[in-house]
C-alpha cells in the first residue's frame, strides 16, 4: 500500500470510528440484561404491588421483577429464594428495595449455588406468576404475602462498590456453572 492509500485509510478510519461508538458501541459497552427473545412476551411494566394486588388475573403472566435476596432455601430438586422486590431502572436493574411490601418467592426448578444468591444479592429474573402463598405473620407481628413466581431467567448484579460507586451501567456476570444447574 502506497503513502496515499494509508492515508485514505486513517482518515475513512477515523471518520467512522466516532459514528461507530455512537451508534452501535452502546451495545458492546453495556450489553443487555436479557435477550429480546428471554423477553418476549414479558411485561416490564409491573411493579410488586400491581402484581401483588391482581395475582390471579397474573398468573401464568411472564414478568420481570428484581431485588435483593433475603433467604435461599435449596432443596434436592429445586430451589426456594424469598426476593425483597425494588423497583427496575431502565437496564431493568434493582434500586432501593421497598422493605414495606411484601417479598417474592422465586422457585427455581433446579438447586442454586449458595455464593452466587447470597442474602443482599441483588438480581433481576424472568418469571411466570404463579400464585400467593397463605399470608404468615413474622416474629415482628408483620403479615409476610408472598407472591410465588417460577423462574425462567436469572441475571445477578456485581455488588456495588466504593470503587464502582454505583456505576450507571450494568455489568454482567457470568451464569451459574457446575453441579448447580440442570442443563
Known amino acids: 500500500m502506497t503513502g496515499l492509500g494509508r492515508g485514505r485509510l486513517v482518515k475513512l478510519l477515523l471518520t467512522l470510528l466516532p459514528v461507530l461508538l455512537v451508534t452501535g458501541g452502546c451495545d458492546v459497552f453495556n450489553p ?3 435477550t429480546r427473545r428471554q423477553l418476549s412476551g414479558t411485561d416490564t411494566t409491573l411493579t410488586y404491588s400491581a402484581i401483588l394486588h391482581n395475582y390471579r388475573n397474573l398468573q401464568g403472566q411472564k414478568v420481570v421483577v428484581g431485588g435483593r435476596t433475603v433467604h435461599l432455601d435449596n ?9 425483597e422486590p425494588a423497583p ?3 437496564f431493568l436493574r434493582p434500586e432501593a428495595p421497598d422493605t414495606t411490601s411484601g417479598l417474592f418467592l422465586l422457585i427455581f ?5 449458595p ?6 444479592q441483588r438480581i433481576t429474573v424472568i418469571g411466570t ?3 400467593m402463598k397463605r399470608p404468615a405473620l413474622t416474629d415482628s407481628g408483620r403479615t409476610l404475602r408472598l407472591v ?3 423462574v425462567q431467567s436469572l441475571h445477578t448484579w456485581v455488588p456495588e462498590t466504593s470503587i464502582m460507586g454505583g456505576s450507571p451501567f450494568p455489568v454482567m456476570t457470568p451464569g451459574f456453572t457446575g453441579p448447580y444447574q440442570v442443563p
Open 32 to 34: 443487555p440484561t436479557f
Open 75 to 83: 432443596r434436592t430438586t429445586r430451589a426456594y429464594v424469598q426476593l
Open 88 to 90: 427496575l431502572d431502565r
Open 109 to 113: 426448578p433446579y438447586p442454586v449455588d
Open 115 to 120: 455464593s452466587a444468591l447470597r442474602d443482599g
Open 129 to 131: 406468576v404463579r400464585r
Open 148 to 150: 410465588t413466581l417460577d
